[in-house]
C-alpha cells in the first residue's frame, strides 16, 4: 500500500518565545506522524509551513531531521516560499524565535522513501542539488510576483512542488503546495467581500497548477510515455466547495475523508476541511484504498492542523 500525508506542521506560526528550535519541530513533527504512518511502507509526505536555518554557523532543516527519524531510505525536498535574504520584513524575521539566525527560509517539503523516476524531459546532473532536493523535485511560483512588503500572509509568496518518483513500477508525479490566504476573510461565509477575494486569488494559484499539470502531461507525451498518475497534496485554505477546489475537481478526483461528520475537518480553530489529496489518473493505475483525518493528536505549539492520509494500491 501506499501512503499519501499531506500535513500542515505550522513551523511559521509555532514562534516560541525561544528561538525558533526546528530541530525539536522536527521530533515533535515525528512524534505525531508515529500515529499516522508505518514508515516501512511506501510512503510520501506533503509538508507545508516547514523551515531551514543557519544558526550558530549550523545547518538545521525540519524535514531533513524528520527524514533522518523516519529511517535512512526517506530523503526530503524543500521549497522556500519566504526567505530572510529575498523577503527580510521585520514582522517576521525580527521576532525573537529568529533573532539568533544568520540566516532562515519557510515553505513546502516532500519527505518520501520511494524510489525516484527520471523526468520525461529527462535529468541534469549539474543541478542536481537545486534547493537540497537532488534531481528528483523541483519547485516553482504560483503566485504573482511579491516583495512580501506586509510581512504577513496577504502577500506572502506560495509555490508549487513537484517530484518524480516510482511506485511499484508505476512511474508518477507527487506535487505539494499550498495556497494563499487573506487577513479577514470568512471561513464561514464564502460570500463575505474578503472571502470572494482570497477565492479569486486561490483560484489564480489553482490556474497556475493546472498549467503546470498540463506542462507535464505533455512531456510525457513528447517522450512517448504512457501519462503518469499525478497525486496532488497539501493546505488549500479551501473547502471541499469551493470555487478553487472546483476548479481542481475537473482534472482530480478529489478524496473525501471517511471520518463521522463531527470530526470531519482539518483546522482546529475553524474547523473547516481544507487540507486534501486528490489523485488524476487517467490511466486508472491506482486504486484508493481510504481516506482519513488523524484526529487522535495533540494540539500545542506545533500545529492548529490535523494530517490527511490517503492510502492507494495498485489497481
Known sequence: MLQVVS????????MRPAPHDHEKL????????????????????????????IHNQSHK????????????????????????CDHPHPNLWDRPAYRSMSGAAE????????????????SYPEYD???????????TTISRATLYSSGNRDTQPRNLMAASLNYRGIPLYFLNTHLGVL??????????????????????????IMYVVE??????REN????????????????????EMEMLQRHFRLLKPENGREELWTHQQHRVLIDHILLHDPGEQFEVISCHIQSAIPFDDLTDHRPTVGIFARA
Open 7 to 14: 500535513f500542515n506542521i505550522g513551523g511559521a506560526r509555532g
Open 26 to 53: 522536527a521530533v515533535d513533527a515525528y512524534s505525531t506522524l508515529q500515529q499516522v504512518i508505518n514508515p516501512r511502507q511506501p510512503t510520501v509526505i506533503a509538508l507545508q509551513e516547514s523551515g531551514v536555518a
Open 61 to 84: 532543516s525540519v524535514s531533513r531531521k524528520m527524514a533522518s527519524l523516519l529511517g535512512s531510505d526517506f530523503v526530503d525536498a524543500f521549497a522556500p516560499e519566504v526567505t530572510m
Open 107 to 122: 515553505g513546502n517539503a516532500i519527505i518520501t522513501n520511494l524510489p525516484v523516476e527520471a523526468w520525461s524531459w529527462g
Open 129 to 139: 542539488n537545486c534547493a537540497m532536493s537532488g534531481s528528483w523535485a523541483r519547485h
Open 183 to 208: 487577513i479577514g476573510e470568512d471561513r464561514a461565509d464564502i460570500t463575505y467581500e474578503r472571502s470572494r477575494t482570497a477565492s479569486q486569488m486561490r483560484q489564480a494559484q489553482v490556474s497556475e
Open 215 to 220: 506542462e507535464l502531461k505533455r512531456a510525457d
Open 224 to 243: 512517448e510515455s504512457p501519462e503518469r498518475p499525478i497525486l496532488l497534496a497539501g493546505d488549500f485554505n479551501a473547502q471541499p466547495a469551493a470555487p
